[in-house]
């Protein structure tokens, strides 16, 4: 029913459609390595929506978490963060 560039298209969309992604994103590009506690802090928005947006991300493959510590730290997936951009730009362009 869908093309693949259709479902590609609307999953992209889909990580940009809320501004506490947006926001965790633009941390995430800023600087490399982020607990999860501290961007709560960081952006001043409740832990439970952070993580869900985290949870968001991480599904799409645009961030990825590892343990450090003790804690689960969280940043880019480079290379897909890359693709995404490039994704976007290509089709509306």
């Given at each position: 029913m869908?093309?693949?560039?259709q479902i590609?298209?609307?999953?992209?969309?889909?990580?940009?459609a809320?501004?506490?992604?947006?926001?965790?994103?633009?941390?995430?590009?800023?600087?490399d390595?982020?607990?999860?506690s501290c961007?709560?802090?960081h952006?001043k928005?409740?832990?439970e929506?952070?993580q869900?947006?985290?949870?968001e991300l991480r599904?799409?493959?645009?961030?990825?978490?590892?343990?450090s510590?003790?804690r689960?730290?969280?940043?880019?997936?480079?290379?897909?963060?890359?693709?995404?951009?490039d994704?976007i730009r290509?089709n509306?362009?």
């Amino acid at each position: 029913m869908f093309t693949e560039n259709q479902i590609k298209l609307a999953a992209a969309a889909s990580a940009m459609a809320h501004p506490i992604k947006v926001a965790i994103l633009e941390c995430l590009t800023a600087s490399d390595d982020w607990q999860e506690s501290c961007l709560a802090d960081h952006l001043k928005l409740p832990k439970e929506a952070v993580q869900k947006g985290i949870q968001e991300l991480r599904a799409l493959g645009l961030i990825e978490g590892n343990i450090s510590e003790d804690r689960m730290r969280y940043r880019l997936n480079k290379e897909n963060w890359q693709e995404f951009k490039d994704y976007i730009r290509s089709n509306f362009d």
